[in-house]
């Protein structure tokens, strides 16, 4: 029904537990903003991600499942002295493109990939660069772009 409320799943990397819990607080701040409801789980880190949101988008077309009409991934890769970070961040990245467009789901990209621990706080914090907040906006913009274009538009 249209006048449902927006359900959004974020899914948080905790493997930088202090930068996850400022981008998560962006995240909340914005979808809390715009009245939706939210639910959050945590996962290891970026490459897990994916990986969530393909789990919890099946198990809420099952009859005890919880469907969403939205995720917000977040999360922080910072590079390393090893080819690790090119991984990471590029799996990660390609898992959370392959889902938004092989299943057509909202998905708000909030895994920042970044050179220092440094850069990792500018993005993160609210007061600054905000990414949790983007990603959440991002991921609204989208729920809203797709019940638009299949004539569900509020």
Do not use: C
Request: glycine residues 12%; hydrophobic residues 45%.
């Amino acid at each position: 029904m249209l006048e449902d409320k927006i359900r959004i799943l974020v899914v948080e990397a905790r493997f930088y537990s202090d930068l996850a819990d400022e981008l998560l607080r962006g995240a909340t701040d914005v979808i809390s903003a715009h009245d939706a409801e939210f639910d959050v789980i945590s996962v290891p880190g970026a490459l897990e991600i994916p990986a969530a949101i393909a789990i919890a988008e099946e198990g809420g077309r099952g009859p005890s499942g919880k469907a969403y009409d939205g995720y917000v991934a977040l999360g922080a890769v910072i590079r390393g002295e090893t080819y690790h970070f090119e991984i990471v961040a590029n799996e990660s990245a390609r898992g959370l493109t392959d889902l938004a467009v092989g299943k057509r789901l909202a998905i708000g990209n909030g895994v920042m990939t970044v050179e220092d621990e440094d850069q990792a706080w500018a993005r993160a914090r609210p007061s600054e660069g905000d990414r949790g907040g983007r990603a959440a906006r991002a991921a609204l913009e989208m729920i809203a772009l797709k019940r638009q274009l299949s004539g569900q538009a509020r």
